[in-house]
């Protein structure tokens, strides 16, 4: 089609426009030229027939050689026709010739009214000729005169219009297309500056301005596309901005988060869900997004709780095991004590309150679950512990109310039951005081510079009794080249010591040798206890730490021990950012291990990053 751009449309619009103004200029002129020259015509053909009327009725016989004259001075056609219409007279043509003028319109109108006009086409001229027919009255054979005379002038005009016209419209035509091309130059050269930046935009490239003067409208378009650009830039920085918070924010969160489609497919992930359902792979090669859900988690429950979320737009929680890629029973039963509890819940991302997509937010909850069990162990173990002291001391207060009481020997014996029971209670409570102020001071434990000298003393000083007891000797011994003092909680070091020699004499023969070794160095302070004693079987070395646990429960008792005094020493090893270690072989004899950093973990790296900050600078 003719007319894609704006420039063509205008173009012929304006040639359209052009043409038909000047055609029809032409059409009004020569129907106004026409009109007035028709009435000059008729009025001239009136006048000249009322002269000829006259002079008709003067002279009843007329000269045709006056009347030859007559019209060719006034340059009329003169005819003159009977009653029954034939031409008597004609001065342009032989009469005798011609047909019967009866019915000619004028003819016959001007015998009826007296006078008429009529135009029509003569057969000899090409221009119209106008007839003008009157009434002779009172003539013995003229009836009717009739004058014509043609619209010759007409032709004559037209064809001069046409000439002028032609030529006018050339020169017209060859202005009208320069000035309109360089009207619709000033409208296309912005447009199409307009259109390119439009198109920039729309590639991405915000930067891009244009200057635009004229015209106004396309000056004001142009300023609004640009301020336009500036606010989309903004909004697209500030939605970026938002959706970068909300990534990290996603991202960061420990908890492993989903988001899934009707069709459960997976649109995003943290990396928390990543780790947890899509470990070893490369995420380059293997991206989550656009795998089904049912490939992550295989598991009938949660697809369950999916597709309800989707229909009833609610909330479900499915708590499941997980291993591997198993889920539910089997990873029970494969992972054993490797299977992890996971808590998922799905839900759902309404619009329109339609469920469009689910969140399923996956929390790993073994250690909760773990910790929950420890707890309910503990309370257990507690009340276990308690409950055997306690039974002996009701048993032996019952058997003095009963009677005991009054024989010395039995007094005596329940006496002593109630007062070692008592001591035993005794010393759990206070293990266990102890211990919970230990997990309390974990963030803010005293710390002082003591010397390593005064640990071994005051060690010795509380173990001093039990070794006299059971006849046992300990040596120590001390390497401290630098005489470096150590920056600890002196009492629970002290604590912790004592728990160990009284483990080692315990479970040594009476009368054995236990060894107490310190070395200090620059970095840290190691403590060794050695004993040649019982030992501890290889699979119990690790559960000896935790609480309440015994390799030996009877023989535990039987020594007055609390099944608490290494877990005491592990915590004091804890809060001082220490370890403590266990070399056992039964039969041979043990080795407890304390390490503790000598300045405190906390000095250690402030002065890692002093000397890293001064290194940096000297560098
Ligand atoms: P207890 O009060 O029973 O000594 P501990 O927590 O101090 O509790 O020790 C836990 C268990 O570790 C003891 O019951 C004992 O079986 C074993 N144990 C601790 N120290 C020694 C050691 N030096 N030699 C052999 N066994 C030990």
Same mark, same amino acid.
């Given at each position: 089609?003719?007319?894609? =751009?704006?420039?063509?449309?205008?173009?012929?619009?304006?040639?359209?426009?052009?043409?038909?103004?000047?055609?029809?200029?032409?059409?009004?002129?020569?129907?106004?030229?026409?009109?007035?020259?028709?009435?000059?015509?008729?009025?001239?053909?009136?006048?000249?027939?009322?002269?000829?009327?006259?002079?008709?009725?003067?002279?009843?016989?007329?000269?045709?050689?006056?009347?030859?004259?007559?019209?060719? %001075?006034?340059?009329?056609?003169?005819?003159?026709?009977?009653?029954?219409?034939?031409?008597?007279?004609?001065?342009?043509?032989?009469?005798?010739?011609?047909?019967?003028?009866?019915?000619?319109?004028?003819?016959?109108?001007?015998?009826?009214?007296?006078?008429?006009?009529?135009?029509?086409?003569?057969?000899?001229?090409? %221009? @119209?000729?106008?007839?003008?027919?009157?009434?002779?009255?009172?003539?013995?054979? +003229?009836?009717?005169?009739?004058?014509?005379?043609?619209?010759?002038?007409?032709?004559?005009?037209?064809?001069?219009?046409?000439?002028? /016209?032609?030529?006018?419209?050339?020169?017209?035509?060859?202005? $009208?297309?320069?000035? &309109?091309?360089?009207?619709?130059?000033?409208?296309?050269? @912005?447009?199409?500056?307009?259109?390119?930046?439009?198109?920039?935009?729309?590639?991405?490239?915000?930067?891009?301005?244009?200057?635009?003067?004229?015209?106004?409208?396309?000056?004001? /378009?142009?300023? =609004?596309?640009?301020?336009?650009?500036?606010? /989309?830039?903004?909004? +697209?920085?500030?939605?970026?901005?938002?959706?970068?918070?909300?990534?990290?924010?996603?991202?960061?969160? &420990?908890?492993?988060?989903?988001?899934?489609?009707?069709?459960?497919?997976?649109?995003?992930?943290?990396?928390?869900?990543?780790?947890?359902?899509?470990?070893?792979?490369?995420?380059?090669?293997?991206?989550?997004?656009?795998? !089904?859900?049912?490939?992550?988690?295989?598991?009938?429950?949660?697809?369950?709780?999916?597709?309800? &979320?989707?229909?009833?737009?609610?909330?479900?929680?499915? $708590?499941?095991?997980?291993?591997?890629?198993?889920?539910?029973?089997?990873?029970?039963?494969?992972?054993?004590?490797?299977?992890?509890?996971?808590?998922?819940?799905?839900?759902?991302?309404?619009?329109?309150?339609? %469920?469009?997509?689910? $969140?399923?937010?996956?929390?790993?909850?073994?250690?909760?679950?773990?910790?929950?069990? +420890?707890?309910?162990?503990? $309370?257990?173990?507690?009340?276990?512990?308690?409950?055997?002291?306690?039974?002996?001391?009701?048993?032996?207060?019952?058997?003095?109310?009963?009677?005991?009481?009054?024989? @010395?020997?039995?007094?005596?014996?329940?006496?002593?039951?109630?007062?070692?029971?008592?001591?035993?209670?005794?010393?759990?409570?206070?293990?266990?005081?102890? /211990?919970?102020?230990?997990?309390?001071?974990?963030?803010?434990?005293?710390?002082?510079?003591?010397?390593?000298?005064?640990?071994?003393?005051?060690?010795?000083?509380?173990? !001093?009794?039990?070794?006299?007891?059971?006849?046992?000797?300990?040596?120590?011994?001390?390497?401290?080249?630098?005489?470096?003092?150590?920056?600890?909680?002196?009492?629970? +070091?002290?604590?912790?010591?004592?728990?160990?020699?009284?483990?080692?004499?315990?479970?040594?023969? %009476?009368?054995?040798?236990?060894?107490?070794?310190?070395?200090?160095?620059?970095?840290?302070?190691?403590?060794?206890?050695?004993?040649?004693?019982?030992?501890?079987?290889?699979?119990?070395?690790?559960?000896?730490?935790?609480?309440?646990?015994?390799?030996?429960?009877?023989?535990?008792?039987?020594?007055?021990?609390?099944?608490?005094?290494?877990?005491?020493?592990?915590?004091?090893?804890?809060?001082?950012?220490?370890?403590? =270690?266990?070399?056992?072989?039964?039969?041979?004899?043990?080795?407890?291990?304390? &390490?503790? @950093?000598?300045?405190?973990?906390?000095?250690?790296?402030?002065?890692? !990053?002093?000397?890293?900050?001064?290194?940096?600078?000297?560098?």
């Amino acid at each position: 089609m003719i007319g894609h =751009t704006i420039r063509q449309r205008l173009m012929l619009l304006t040639l359209i426009v052009l043409f038909l103004t000047l055609f029809g200029g032409m059409f009004i002129a020569m129907k106004a030229f026409s009109a007035t020259l028709r009435e000059n015509v008729r009025t001239q053909l009136a006048k000249n027939a009322s002269y000829l009327k006259i002079l008709l009725n003067k002279q009843q016989i007329p000269d045709s050689a006056d009347l030859d004259a007559y019209a060719q %001075a006034t340059s009329l056609r003169i005819t003159l026709v009977n009653q029954d219409g034939w031409v008597l007279y004609d001065s342009d043509f032989d009469f005798s010739a011609m047909d019967n003028h009866y019915w000619r319109t004028e003819i016959y109108e001007a015998m009826q009214k007296g006078s008429a006009f009529s135009e029509r086409k003569s057969a000899t001229q090409s %221009a @119209p000729v106008v007839y003008h027919a009157i009434r002779i009255d009172g003539h013995p054979d +003229i009836a009717v005169l009739r004058v014509s005379m043609p619209l010759s002038q007409l032709t004559g005009y037209q064809r001069i219009y046409e000439q002028l /016209l032609f030529s006018g419209l050339a020169i017209l035509v060859v202005l $009208v297309v320069g000035i &309109t091309a360089i009207s619709i130059n000033m409208i296309t050269k @912005p447009l199409q500056k307009i259109k390119e930046t439009a198109k920039r935009y729309a590639d991405g490239d915000l930067e891009a301005r244009m200057s635009i003067q004229s015209p106004r409208e396309l000056a004001d /378009l142009a300023a =609004t596309m640009s301020e336009m650009s500036i606010q /989309l830039k903004n909004k +697209i920085a500030e939605i970026e901005s938002a959706r970068l918070q909300a990534e990290t924010i996603l991202q960061s969160i &420990t908890e492993g988060i989903l988001l899934v489609d009707r069709n459960l497919v997976v649109l995003s992930a943290n990396q928390a869900a990543k780790k947890l359902l899509w470990n070893n792979r490369n995420e380059e090669e293997f991206p989550i997004e656009g795998v !089904r859900l049912v490939q992550l988690i295989s598991s009938a429950s949660i697809l369950e709780a999916c597709q309800q &979320t989707f229909e009833d737009g609610k909330v479900h929680e499915v $708590v499941t095991a997980h291993y591997d890629h198993l889920f539910g029973e089997t990873a029970e039963l494969m992972g054993r004590s490797l299977t992890k509890t996971l808590r998922l819940i799905t839900t759902p991302v309404l619009a329109d309150s339609i %469920a469009s997509q689910v $969140v399923i937010t996956i929390t790993d909850t073994t250690e909760t679950k773990r910790l929950e069990q +420890i707890r309910k162990d503990f $309370v257990a173990n507690v009340s276990h512990e308690l409950k055997t002291p306690i039974t002996a001391i009701a048993g032996s207060a019952h058997a003095l109310i009963e009677g005991a009481k009054d024989d @010395p020997q039995e007094n005596d014996r329940f006496l002593s039951i109630i007062n070692r029971q008592a001591q035993h209670m005794q010393n759990i409570v206070e293990d266990l005081l102890l /211990l919970s102020s230990l997990e309390q001071q974990n963030t803010s434990l005293t710390r002082l510079w003591v010397s390593p000298r005064q640990i071994i003393d005051e060690t010795m000083q509380m173990c !001093r009794y039990r070794a006299q007891e059971k006849g046992s000797i300990i040596e120590t011994s001390l390497s401290n080249l630098q005489d470096l003092p150590i920056f600890v909680n002196g009492m629970l +070091i002290v604590q912790a010591l004592s728990n160990l020699i009284v483990n080692a004499i315990a479970y040594s023969d %009476a009368g054995s040798t236990i060894h107490l070794d310190a070395e200090v160095d620059e970095e840290q302070v190691v403590f060794k206890v050695k004993d040649v004693g019982c030992g501890i079987p290889k699979e119990a070395q690790q559960r000896i730490f935790e609480r309440f646990y015994r390799v030996d429960a009877a023989r535990s008792r039987g020594q007055g021990g609390t099944g608490l005094g290494l877990s005491i020493v592990k915590h004091i090893a804890q809060v001082h950012q220490g370890t403590i =270690t266990v070399e056992s072989e039964v039969g041979i004899g043990s080795t407890f291990t304390l &390490t503790i @950093p000598r300045k405190g973990s906390d000095l250690q790296s402030m002065k890692k !990053r002093s000397d890293s900050l001064y290194e940096t600078k000297g560098s």
